[in-house]
């Protein structure tokens, strides 16, 4: 592959208050979130070259297209973005790629999702089940105990990740996975965005309903609507735009996509460990950094368990020493690595194609010294992941500007 030396910059960026959205449909949240981030990049429409729309739940492919009846239809080419939870970090990523080929010099990403309300997110459309099973179609020969024995339910998937990684390297108990959990609900109250805002005690939510051992209901991902943008600009067009834009521009300093290398085992369970080590590998080496310079990290914690395997496939810690790293405190407000100062999905909210945007949303607030009172001082590099089951993972470097 060919290097790219134009810089590409988030100029200004958005997301609307996850939860429930009842009075608003996915193109309402759309277009608030949208025209939010176009007021904080203080352009327009007009100067908008390119957009990147994500919606899983939309119920229309063209969703970019409606979209636009509501901000400006201006001709721009529009591409509509599906990739599972990594749809809001596609569609960010769509539009680096744009900017990068030198097609446009500011385009607009948004992700948006309506799910309050959906319940526990798995297969749909199953055939009915006999009592005989046999192999069948394109996956008989892959996926034979699917759901049968095991799960093929998020938190049951999940679930078995991190019990496998606890069986592996030891130390990985239901207590340590409640922990993670009470540490993101400690955060999330002070994000007045979050879904919820509300400190759980370890009792509460070790008590908790049970989804898929060793998950709790505290300890999943919130359903919830909400809706994120981010307008991005070239370096070239940033060096025309005033000082103060100039000051609050944040630098992309790696943008990365994978999707799963073939694994025998990954044809079974999905392989969410393999294809995001390989993102934060090429990520650090895109943007010359090491796991040791970040100040901050927003990772995908679906749910508990997925938090802690994330330590390890980012590289926040030694192959195998996740808990260890958890257990010394680096991953709190206060800690060396801070993680999902936001509150996480698991108290921020998961409306799925939002949650790419809405990382980067976070990383971009503290980098600019703009998180307000879950601030973290001195902030000058941070990380945002997000892995879409499938599967897909993104993962973006984010500098503050020296302007």
């Known amino acids: 592959m060919s290097a790219v030396t134009q810089d590409v910059w988030i100029l200004g960026i958005s997301m609307t208050k996850f939860g429930k959205h009842r009075d608003k449909d996915s193109v309402d949240l759309a277009s608030e979130a949208a025209l939010a981030a176009f007021g904080d990049a203080g352009v327009g429409i007009n100067d908008i070259d390119v957009l990147a729309a994500g919606s899983l739940m939309a119920g229309t492919s063209a969703f970019g297209q409606q979209l636009q009846k509501q901000i400006g239809q201006t001709g721009i080419p529009v591409y509509n973005v599906a990739n599972a939870c990594a749809t809001g970090a596609t569609a960010l990523r769509t539009v680096i790629m744009a900017i990068k080929a030198g097609e446009a010099d500011l385009g607009l990403a948004v992700g948006v999702e309506k799910l309050s309300g959906a319940g526990l997110l798995g297969p749909v459309n199953r055939r009915k089940e006999s009592d005989t099973w046999a192999p069948d179609g394109r996956f ?3 996926a034979t105990l699917d759901g ?3 799960t093929d339910s998020m938190p049951g998937v999940f679930a078995q990740i991190g019990l496998e990684y606890g069986h592996r390297y030891g130390g990985a108990d239901f207590e340590l996975f409640a922990r993670i959990s009470e540490k993101n609900h400690a ?3 002070l994000n007045p965005l979050a879904a919820y805002s509300k400190r759980f005690t370890l009792e509460e939510i070790m008590n908790d309903v049970m989804i898929a051992y060793p998950n709790t209901r505290p300890m999943c991902s ?14 070239s067009k940033l060096r025309t735009l005033s000082l103060e834009q100039r000051r609050r521009a944040v630098k992309i300093s790696a943008s990365v996509l994978t999707s799963d290398p073939w694994r025998e085992g990954c044809q079974v369970l999905p392989d969410v460990n393999t294809l995001t080590r390989q993102a934060a590998t090429r990520a650090y080496e895109q943007a010359g950094i090491g796991p040791e310079d970040l100040d901050l990290v927003e990772l995908h914690d679906c749910f508990a368990t997925a938090e802690l395997v994330h330590y390890d496939n980012l590289m926040l810690c ?5 808990v260890d790293f958890f257990n010394s405190g680096a991953t709190w407000r206060d800690g060396k690595t801070p993680v999902n100062v936001s509150g996480g999905l698991e108290s921020k909210g998961h409306p799925i194609a939002a949650t790419g945007i809405a990382n980067v949303w976070e990383i971009c607030h503290h980098l600019r010294g703009e998180a307000g009172d879950r601030q973290i001082e001195g902030a000058r590099v941070g990380l945002a992941h997000v ?8 993962v973006h470097v984010l500098e503050k500007a020296a302007a």
């Open 387 to 394: 892995i879409g089951l499938g599967s897909a993972c993104g």
């Open 318 to 322: 030694p192959e195998g020493g996740a």
């Open 187 to 189: 955060h999330s109250t």
């Open 222 to 235: 919130a359903n919830c609507d909400g809706a994120a943008a981010a307008v991005v600009v070239s370096d």
């Open 140 to 142: 008989g020969a892959l």
């Open 148 to 150: 049968r024995v095991g």
